[in-house]
């Protein structure tokens, strides 16, 4: 990233934060123009994954100080991000067979947009981005698609971090919470929408609060509702409904009622599966905010 400037540079050109990594600044000075070169895998550089458009968001923010020791009412601070898009493509191809084609035709299910929302005192709040200690929010996190009745949504692996690798897992892979005073379990009000209260909390010396969570996107089954965690559980999964099965095969299946023919048990039948499926279909969305200290006069 290379910056003008009308007189020569004599400051620092560095990523927010990480002034004191040499890795992560520029002081070459004398010249009219100032830049910087962030590696992707340092400096605290945020990668975040969508699926609609898919591909990678890399962002960070750069800081230009013109003054050598002191950030000043000079200095400029940008937002940089940029999009890398994957790219996918379909071959395809026609076989004939005694004078009959077989044509094959592709079709490309959008997939939901997803986004982390902070909230002021509930689900219907204004969105808020500077809070204090204590306050009532609400985290929501919703999908947009035009194919209503077709995916599932699964909100999971959510972290809050300072924006200096210090982090902290709040709701685990599986959906569940890990800390309740922090957040509780994750309530979803229809397929495309969760969300929870939560009191505001901080670092110790940091204001900024970075929140990151997973999404896994899943194509909704044929006549039943999307599957939900189950965190009263240890394991924290879900039951799913069986075909019918002989008794003998499968010593892992609860039974429920027993049928008159004595050859088969049916009702329902029970096996115990992970809510994350292992499947490319998960994207990340993030949200921060400001917090500030509760002060008191004496």
Request: hydrophobic residues 30%.
């Amino acid at each position: 990233m290379n910056f003008n400037t009308t007189k020569n540079f004599e400051g620092h050109v560095f990523v927010k934060g990480m002034y004191n990594e040499k890795n992560c600044r520029n002081d070459d000075i004398g010249k009219k123009n100032a830049y910087i070169e962030v590696p992707f895998d340092m400096c605290n550089v945020l990668k975040t994954r969508s699926l609609n458009p898919k591909g990678i968001f890399i962002s960070t923010t750069i800081v230009i100080s013109f003054h050598s020791k002191f950030i000043t009412k000079m200095d400029k601070a940008y937002r940089i991000q940029c999009f890398y898009m994957e790219t996918e493509r379909t071959v395809t191809t026609n076989i004939e067979v005694n004078d009959m084609t077989t044509i094959q035709q592709n079709y490309d299910l959008p997939l939901p947009v997803c986004k982390y929302e902070i909230l002021n005192g509930g689900p219907y709040g204004e969105i808020v981005t500077i809070s204090t200690i204590g306050n009532l929010v609400y985290h929501k996190w919703t999908c947009e698609t035009e194919n209503i009745d077709s995916f599932c949504m699964l909100i999971h692996s959510c972290y809050v971090d300072d924006g200096n690798s210090n982090k902290i897992e709040i709701i685990d892979k599986n959906g569940c919470s890990v800390d309740k005073a922090l957040i509780n379990n994750i309530e979803y009000t229809s397929d495309f929408v969760g969300g929870q209260l939560s009191s505001v909390y901080k670092y110790a010396d940091r204001p900024q609060m970075y929140y990151q969570c997973q999404i896994s996107i899943n194509i909704k089954e044929l006549y039943q509702s999307c599957p939900r965690p189950n965190c009263t559980d240890d394991n924290n999964y879900i039951s799913q409904i069986v075909d019918i099965v002989p008794k003998e095969d499968d010593e892992n299946i609860f039974n429920g009622t027993i049928f008159s023919d004595p050859e088969i048990e049916v009702s329902k039948m029970f096996r115990k599966r992970s809510l994350i499926n292992n499947n490319n279909n998960i994207l990340d969305v993030r949200t921060e905010l400001t917090t500030v200290d509760i002060t008191k006069e004496v």
